[in-house]
């Protein structure tokens, strides 16, 4: 293909708050550039949250002045005038923007959409309007799509079903752009919190937003169970609206004194690399970045079963335990086996490279310019 070839990431915003899935595209983006494409990045409003990792060579375009209503016509009008070889686009009602827009401006452009959550779980509980009516579209619109990446293997059935389309017409990528120089330089920083480096009992680490998706209800359950037979302590860093009753839980364990509601960190990658353990407790996911993080820093891994993602990752459980999703007793188990019987941590880091930005280029670039 031709290095001069042309492609649009479609964006929502790049505004602070933004997810993996924000981060993800703008690896994407970069990382083509740097190989010579030409890159766009489309957006509806302005936004710097990611310039840090947006190479200077990606150009840069607000649409529709923020307002979701007025996306499709304004995607279309650019499509009409910048006539792209492929626009790229991640999240479900992007993805809806892109094809309708698409349609709309009767260009030759491809679309490749890509989904990066479990999809019958997420139209239901997903906190987000427009997520829900965009699944509630899709059995109408990701037809149109040129191409569909799934980025977990049971995620694949699952897109189908929910958008009635045919699996052969989905291609599973489960590979993410996550480990970069700059995490693999970050985890060598000091750890962000004091239990970290005190020389005291083993610590216990969960990240996320404090969220019912991340479930560390069951994960400070689990805790307490192991708390009871042995010394621990379990920090969790993150913020979100479930404080509260995660602080409530804790002092109903008795055990108060050893969690750690630490807040959000935006780097907590020594944390990773330093604690005894490392729990993803999520009920649901897509492919899980905060997973593959703790494991370029070679951490002690156990996560849910959850769909989907886990098991990709952790290649069915050969590298790590996985448990099911809110069973405190068997997670429990998992985290005194992991204290008692440390996996080989360099197996763990040879994994995350697999989720390096070349090597998920790699897998992504013949169906970005098939």
């Known amino acids: 293909m031709s290095r001069s ?17 924000q981060r993800a595209m703008v690896r994407f983006a970069t990382g083509l550039a740097r190989r010579g494409f030409a890159v766009t990045i489309a957006t509806l409003h302005e936004g710097r949250a990611y310039d840090d990792e947006l190479d200077p060579a990606v150009r840069r375009v607000a649409l529709s002045g923020g307002r979701l209503g ?9 499509l009409r005038r910048e006539r792209p070889q492929t626009i790229f686009s991640t999240e479900p009602a992007s993805n809806v923007i892109c094809v309708l827009a698409k349609l709309a401006s009767r260009v030759s452009t491809r679309v490749v959409i890509r989904e990066g959550l479990y999809p019958s779980v ?3 509980v997903s906190p987000y309007r427009a997520t829900r009516l965009a699944y509630a579209l899709s059995p109408l619109v990701y037809r149109f799509a040129d191409d569909i990446i799934a ?19 989905i291609t599973t990528i489960a590979v993410n752009p996550v480990v970069t120089p700059a995490l693999l ?50 920090l969790i860093i993150g913020e979100g609206d479930e404080r509260p009753s995660l602080e409530a839980l804790a002092a109903e364990t008795g055990y108060a004194q050893d969690v750690g509601l630490s807040g959000h960190v935006r780097e907590p990658f020594g944390a990773m690399r330093t604690c005894d353990a490392f729990v993803l407790s999520s009920r649901y996911e897509g492919l899980p970045n905060v997973l593959i993080e703790a494991l370029a820093c ?36 998992a985290i005194e086996l992991v204290l008692d019987e440390p996996p080989d941590r360099d197996a763990l880091f040879a994994r995350a490279m697999d989720f390096t930005v070349d090597r998920s280029l790699d897998c992504y670039l013949p169906v970005l310019f098939r």
């Not at 977990?152 to 017409?169: C, E, G, K, W």
């Open 298 to 333: 070679r951490a002690p891994v156990i996560a849910t079963d959850c769909p989907s993602g886990p098991r990709d990752i952790l290649q069915g459980g050969a590298l790590a335990p996985l448990v099911p999703v809110g069973d405190a007793p068997a997670m429990a188990c």
């Open 5 to 21: 070839a042309s492609i649009v990431v479609f964006i929502r915003s790049l505004r602070e708050g933004g997810g993996g899935a």
């Open 122 to 124: 997420a139209r239901k």
């Open 70 to 78: 007025g996306a499709i016509p304004a995607l279309a009008a650019f």
């Open 185 to 234: 330089e970050a985890a060598q920083q000091p750890p962000p919190h004091p239990w970290l480096h005190d020389g005291g009992a083993p610590v216990i680490l969960g990240v996320g937003r404090l969220t019912k998706q991340k479930d560390f209800a069951t994960l400070i359950s689990a805790f307490a169970l192991v708390r009871a037979r042995r010394a621990c302590r379990l």
């Open 151 to 169: 980025i977990a293997s049971d995620m694949t059935a699952d897109l189908a079903r929910t958008a009635r389309i045919p699996s052969a017409r």
